[in-house]
């Protein structure tokens, strides 16, 4: 079974544009849940779909969002970029939505802001 | 995660001897900890986890063990060996996060061969 994909893999963008990433879950997988990771910071959640819904949102400002279609793919998007959102981006599949279901990660998405 | 601690930040070992990883977090609810390895340029991977229920779990050389009273969990690694390098993240069920996993800062073992 095919894990999880995300691309791009690499990004680098210029401050005030916006971006969208992708994240493809495991087949049958049916939640996504989206990580920013950076140095000394661990992994900051973001927001989780499940179902073409979200269920959870982190603490970040209104410039991240995100989607999620019917074929569980999601979608996230970040609107004018700042320098400090630098930073590796990651989803997690599961089979559904709850903590204790094992979350599968992806490559990642290395989002670089210039 | 601002309410999972984690300690050390950084953790050397010699190869063959033991590495232990300490979490702590503040919600009494919390009833899910797992413990997550990424190596270096890799995705995270989820190597062993334990529910609220259990006190200790083995698999082979990893264990974790959790304290509900003092509220902490902790990886250990015996017969550390090279492979064992890598960033270990432990991570807990939060109340205050709608019981979505929250993460620990992570901690960066080199095991010295």
């Known amino acids: 079974k095919a894990g999880v994909t995300q691309t791009p893999r690499y990004l680098i963008k210029t401050r005030g544009q916006q971006v969208t990433l992708s994240c493809s879950p495991i087949?049958?997988?049916?939640?996504v849940s989206w990580y920013q990771q950076t140095p000394g910071q661990g992994l900051q959640f973001l927001f989780e779909y499940f179902s073409e819904t979200q269920r959870n949102k982190g603490n970040f400002p209104g410039r991240f969002s995100g989607r999620q279609f019917s074929n569980s793919r999601s979608e996230m998007n970040v609107s004018t970029l700042e320098l400090g959102d630098s930073a590796l981006y990651l989803c997690?599949?599961?089979?559904?939505?709850?903590?204790?279901?094992?979350?599968?990660f992806g490559p990642g998405t290395r989002l670089t802001v210039t | 995660g601002e309410n999972v601690e984690q300690h050390p930040s950084t953790l050397s070992v010699q190869e063959g001897d033991s590495a232990v990883i300490k979490c702590t977090y503040s919600?009494?609810?919390?009833?899910?900890f797992p413990w997550y390895k990424q190596e270096l340029g890799k995705r995270p991977q989820l190597i062993i986890d334990?529910?609220?229920?259990?006190g200790e779990k083995k698999d082979q050389r990893i264990a974790v063990t959790l304290n509900k009273t003092a509220k902490h969990f902790s990886l250990h690694i015996t017969e550390t060996q090279p492979e064992d390098s890598a960033v270990y993240f432990c991570?807990?069920?939060?109340?205050?996060?709608?019981?979505?996993?929250?993460f620990g800062a992570g901690t960066t073992v080199t095991v010295r061969a």
């Open positions: 087949s049958g997988h049916r939640s």
């Open positions: 991570a807990a069920t939060l109340r205050s996060n709608d019981y979505k996993l929250s």
């Open positions: 334990i529910r609220s229920n259990v």
């Open positions: 997690a599949s599961s089979l559904a939505t709850g903590p204790t279901y094992e979350q599968y």
């Open positions: 919600d009494s609810a919390s009833n899910y």
